[in-house]
């Protein structure tokens, strides 16, 4: 979702990194091989990324996603915006990134999460918060609350004609939560 979101604005280089290009199974079952290890990125880019969106991923604290965690940390402040969609927020969560800021994430695991990080604010009722202004960050409750705030987040740093032509190119219909986020 969000990589096609990006890709169609024609505002940005999308690229999937990871710690290696080797194959990766993200929640789901989706298989993804990354375009660029996190050392191609650092060549390619010579600082951080603008915008890192976070994805769910399984078994986040195991030894495969420390390199992820890691990078996170390196890249996660100063002008870099860290934007989770669905369950991204335990990545960040589990990174130290979000303690003490308010999130949101998909319904179903904030309870738990509350439990595993009780040092973040877990917000219900929102289908994304925007911290951008004060902490260059983005956390949304779901999958299509993603879609709503990469819209929103669009709008914000492009203009409302380059969230419209995302919107047509995706075939995606009019929503009220682009500009309300609440439930």
Not at 21 to 26: S, V
Not at 148 to 168: E, P, S, W
Request: glycine share 10%.
């Amino acid at each position: 979702g969000p990589y096609a979101m990006f890709a169609a604005s024609g505002a940005y280089n999308v690229y999937a990194v990871a710690a290696s290009n080797t194959l990766r199974t993200l929640t789901g079952g989706l298989d993804v091989v990354p375009q660029l290890s996190f050392a191609e990125l650092a060549t390619q880019l010579q600082g951080a990324p603008d915008i890192i969106v976070v994805p769910a991923m399984n078994d986040v604290e195991a030894p495969l996603n420390v390199p992820v965690l890691d990078w996170l940390r390196q890249h996660g402040h100063g002008q870099t915006l860290l934007f989770s969609w669905c369950a991204g927020a335990e990545v960040l969560a589990a990174s130290g990134l979000i303690d003490g800021k308010s999130v949101t994430t998909h319904w179903g695991n904030i309870d738990g999460f509350e439990r595993t990080y009780p040092a973040i604010n877990w917000q219900r009722g929102q289908r994304y918060i925007d911290l951008i202004d004060s902490d260059r960050l983005l956390t949304t409750g779901g999958l299509t609350s993603g879609i709503d705030a990469t819209l929103h987040l669009l709008t914000r740093l492009n203009g409302t004609a380059v969230a419209t032509k995302v919107a047509q190119i995706l075939h995606l219909p009019d929503s009220p939560f682009v500009e309300n986020p609440h439930m």
